[in-house]
């Protein structure tokens, strides 16, 4: 398929590859950018892949807090602690604190999910396909499908960036391991909420208003 001009610049701000690579990747995936820069990386030619090995043990610990309801710490390392004081990666970390107190993830990659966790998903999922009357041929891919979106409620990493729904979490940390010219981690994070796994009281609606009239 032909390719236009604007994508293939947007591939290679997003990779840092080669023009000509970014094109062929292009073609290859039919114009999709997310494969593309999943071709990229297999084949070792994007930058952000070829970092990822690199030791990063500098960097940054940042918090968010909303309304003081809502608090997160988030520990983002890099290679040094030259990049750490860079305000494009400052304002990373904290657009990351921003993004595990609004989105809730549980866990930073695939990876980091027991694997007990995602059979048991799987398990709910497949019954819910079979419940569903789908046709075996095609079940096994809804269920894949569905498992995506799992990832994606639960992977910080897997998530649509909150500023950017456009744009994957991962995505813009590859961008930002380009552009700033250093691997990047985000290595931990913690999130509270006022109130999270207590009981709370709650009263009947009715009564309430009951209580309310007879003041």
Do not use: W
Not at 31 to 39: A, C, Q, V, W, Y
Not at 59 to 64: E, H, K, Q, R
Not at 84 to 99: C, G, L, S, T
Not at 181 to 195: L, W, Y
Request: charged share 35%; with cysteine.
């Amino acid at each position: 398929m032909a390719v236009s001009a604007a994508l293939v610049k947007e591939l290679r701000e997003r990779t840092g590859v080669g023009m000509m690579d970014c094109k062929k990747a292009l073609e290859e995936t039919g114009g999709d950018i997310d494969k593309s820069i999943e071709l990229l990386r297999e084949k070792g030619l994007s930058k952000a892949a070829k970092k990822a090995s690199r030791i990063a043990a500098e960097g940054l610990v940042d918090s968010y807090i909303h309304n003081g309801r809502i608090g997160v710490l988030i520990e983002v390392n890099t290679e040094t602690d030259f990049v750490a004081k860079n305000k494009d990666f400052q304002d990373f970390v904290h657009d990351m604190a921003m993004q595990v107190a609004a989105a809730n993830p549980k866990y930073i990659s695939k990876e980091d999910v027991p694997e007990e966790e995602v059979q048991k998903e799987r398990e709910i999922l497949i019954h819910q396909v079979v419940n569903e009357g789908k046709p075996e041929h095609v079940a096994e891919k809804i269920v894949e499908g569905r498992l995506g979106k799992f990832y994606e409620r639960i992977c910080l990493l897997e998530q649509a960036f909150i500023k950017d729904p456009n744009v994957k979490v991962k995505d813009l940390l590859n961008e930002k391991i380009t552009t700033i010219g250093e691997n990047i981690k985000i290595r931990r994070f913690a999130r509270f909420e006022v109130g999270e796994g207590l009981e709370k009281r709650e009263e009947d609606f009715a009564e309430e208003v009951a209580k309310q009239m007879n003041n």
